[in-house]
């Protein structure tokens, strides 16, 4: 049975209990939230890192007007939160500004997103929070790299399908090849020995050992975790982008090593960044970035740099079988290889982890000018301003309509 079958056969949803919903878009809002948000973590244990109030104050404060949490109260205690980010949709049929929602650690790439949640509480927070967003204007919420089938399920059903149309969408990458919504995970057992013997194949363990004996206990290769972070990250990049720019072009390879370089930062200002190299005297011939997860024992591998000069196939399974001993050795309990099925994730011994990708749409827009949210509206000048500089009179002179209509709503009031 699919998601979405079992979304359409779940009925009607029963009334949530008595809960405060509050809206946080400002910095200093969501610093009041911390010891509030810190304790929900605690009680969450479904949550990760990426929805941590730390993770996602690197990401929020670095921008103003995209962002917005809503949370959900039971008298004084915080028991839900959905960081959603907020984006700026110009609409060629109907002429407007229309806003659009997505998962808030996406401002910073983040690797999963979704609800915080308190489980005594789960069902009425999540109903609640649906509730507060079906009256609010938007034109699609779309949450991606959520792993809770369950509250997804309990959200979309929040929608009523008189009036919403709810899809669990597939993402693919790399022209099909890739399911992006696999995520394959390696559940770390108590040593590295018993990794070796219990987790992976025969000829992938014979490998292994005979690379590490070969090149590390040789002494012709070390490895060992960065101590130079700012140096490091620039070399790791240097080398993804070098082979990544032939493939996707240089201005597309810059731009995601630039995402990359974000994660790996935000993750270094928190003491959350592992970075693996290996080295061939002072020579890096790769290295892996991984983001921590120490509250549940989780490494999340996030980007690989080879240097493609380097002769030999030894370079990527001594980075991963290494950080994967240095995570048991840690006290982790996955190496979490993150998005996409690319064959040899599953060598390591991961198996998939699914994360789901809702869009959620109204049957029926509004009256125009009605689905832009006020927080969209200093975007939405921006992108005035643009169709001014390109030309496009017809346009800006339309937006700036809606624009001024809003304001004039918002200063006479209901």
């Given at each position: 049975m699919t998601?979405?079958?079992?979304?359409?056969?779940?009925?009607e949803v029963?009334?949530?209990t008595?809960?405060?919903?509050?809206?946080?878009?400002?910095l200093?809002?969501f610093?009041?939230l911390?010891?509030?948000?810190?304790?929900?973590?605690?009680?969450?244990?479904?949550?990760?890192?990426?929805?941590?109030?730390?993770w996602?104050?690197?990401?929020?404060?670095a921008?103003?007007?995209?962002?917005?949490v809503?949370?959900?109260?039971?008298?004084?205690?915080?028991?839900?939160?959905?960081?959603?980010?907020?984006?700026v949709?110009w609409?060629?049929?109907?002429?407007?500004?229309?806003?659009?929602?997505?998962?808030?650690?996406?401002?910073?790439?983040?690797?999963?997103?979704?609800?915080?949640c308190?489980?005594?509480h789960?069902?009425?927070?999540?109903?609640?929070i649906?509730?507060h967003?079906?009256?609010t204007?938007?034109?699609k919420?779309?949450?991606r790299?959520?792993?809770?089938?369950?509250?997804?399920i309990?959200?979309?059903?929040?929608?009523p399908q008189?009036?919403?149309?709810?899809r669990?969408?597939?993402?693919?990458i790399?022209?099909?090849?890739t399911?992006?919504?696999?995520?394959p995970?390696?559940?770390?057992?108590?040593s590295?020995?018993r990794?070796?013997?219990?987790c992976?194949?025969?000829?992938s363990?014979?490998?292994i050992?005979?690379f590490?004996?070969k090149?590390?206990?040789s002494g012709e290769?070390?490895?060992?975790?960065?101590?130079?972070?700012?140096?490091?990250i620039?070399?790791?990049l240097?080398?993804?982008?070098a082979?990544?720019?032939?493939?996707k072009?240089?201005?597309?390879?810059r731009q995601?090593?630039g995402?990359?370089?974000?994660?790996?930062?935000?993750?270094?200002a928190?003491g959350?960044?592992?970075?693996?190299v290996?080295?061939?005297?002072?020579?890096?011939?790769?290295a892996?970035?991984?983001?921590?997860?120490?509250?549940?024992?989780?490494?999340?591998?996030?980007?690989?740099?080879?240097?493609?000069?380097?002769?030999?196939h030894?370079?990527?399974p001594?980075?991963?079988?290494?950080?994967?001993r240095?995570?048991?050795e840690?006290?982790?309990?996955v190496?979490?290889?993150?998005?996409?099925?690319e064959?040899?994730?599953?060598?390591?011994?991961?198996?998939?982890?699914?994360?789901?990708?809702l869009?959620?749409?109204?049957?029926?827009?509004?009256?125009l000018g009605?689905?832009?949210?006020?927080i969209?509206?200093?975007?939405?000048?921006?992108?005035?301003?643009?169709?001014?500089?390109?030309?496009?009179?017809?346009r800006a002179?339309a937006?700036t309509r809606?624009l001024?209509?809003?304001?004039h709503?918002?200063d006479?009031?209901?």
């Amino acid at each position: 049975m699919t998601v979405q079958q079992i979304i359409s056969g779940q009925g009607e949803v029963s009334e949530p209990t008595e809960l405060r919903i509050v809206a946080v878009d400002t910095l200093d809002g969501f610093r009041a939230l911390r010891s509030a948000w810190e304790a929900l973590e605690q009680k969450d244990t479904e949550g990760s890192v990426f929805l941590s109030w730390a993770w996602l104050m690197q990401a929020f404060g670095a921008t103003t007007g995209r962002w917005r949490v809503i949370s959900a109260w039971d008298g004084k205690d915080l028991v839900a939160v959905l960081p959603l980010k907020y984006r700026v949709h110009w609409s060629k049929t109907r002429t407007e500004f229309q806003t659009e929602i997505e998962a808030g650690g996406r401002l910073l790439w983040s690797e999963y997103t979704g609800f915080l949640c308190d489980p005594s509480h789960e069902k009425a927070a999540i109903q609640a929070i649906a509730n507060h967003l079906q009256e609010t204007p938007w034109v699609k919420i779309s949450l991606r790299y959520v792993v809770s089938e369950r509250r997804m399920i309990a959200f979309a059903s929040a929608f009523p399908q008189d009036y919403f149309r709810t899809r669990f969408k597939s993402y693919r990458i790399n022209g099909g090849e890739t399911d992006n919504l696999l995520c394959p995970q390696v559940p770390l057992p108590d040593s590295y020995e018993r990794y070796l013997s219990d987790c992976l194949s025969r000829n992938s363990r014979q490998k292994i050992k005979r690379f590490e004996r070969k090149f590390l206990d040789s002494g012709e290769l070390s490895f060992a975790e960065t101590l130079d972070h700012a140096r490091d990250i620039d070399a790791l990049l240097a080398l993804w982008q070098a082979k990544w720019a032939q493939v996707k072009g240089a201005e597309t390879a810059r731009q995601v090593a630039g995402n990359y370089r974000q994660v790996l930062m935000a993750a270094q200002a928190m003491g959350l960044l592992y970075l693996s190299v290996l080295r061939q005297g002072g020579r890096m011939l790769g290295a892996l970035g991984h983001v921590l997860d120490p509250q549940h024992k989780r490494v999340h591998f996030i980007v690989a740099g080879r240097d493609e000069q380097a002769k030999g196939h030894h370079i990527g399974p001594l980075l991963h079988s290494q950080s994967i001993r240095w995570a048991i050795e840690n006290g982790y309990n996955v190496y979490d290889f993150c998005h996409g099925n690319e064959s040899y994730k599953y060598g390591y011994g991961a198996k998939d982890m699914q994360a789901l990708y809702l869009s959620i749409r109204p049957n029926e827009l509004k009256a125009l000018g009605a689905h832009l949210d006020q927080i969209s509206q200093k975007e939405a000048l921006a992108r005035v301003l643009s169709f001014i500089q390109e030309g496009q009179v017809d346009r800006a002179a339309a937006g700036t309509r809606q624009l001024l209509e809003q304001l004039h709503k918002a200063d006479v009031g209901p």
